[in-house]
């Protein structure tokens, strides 16, 4: 079974109001309430944050000071 994927853009000139496109020429979108906004590459560039992965310990808490209850439900009764 192979599938087969078509681009469809509403309210262009084609016939049905539909006109196909290829997916390269498709941007992508994100929502903003209840507006698409559109993102193009060289926008994504931009806004793209350079991270890393990592896992690093900051600091302990002696044992006596924490409040057991913490560890167990999301209400403390300390």
Partial sequence: ???????EVLGAGGPDGKLSVEREDLAKGYMYGRTI???????AAIARLPTYKSFSIIGFIP????CR?????AICSC
Wanted: hydrophobic share 35%; no cysteine; proline share 4%.
């Fill in 69 to 73: 209850i913490l560890l167990e439900s």
């Fill in 37 to 43: 906004v559109p993102l193009s590459e060289e926008d």
């Fill in 1 to 7: 079974m192979k599938f087969q994927r078509t681009y």
């Fill in 63 to 66: 044992q006596d000071k924490v």
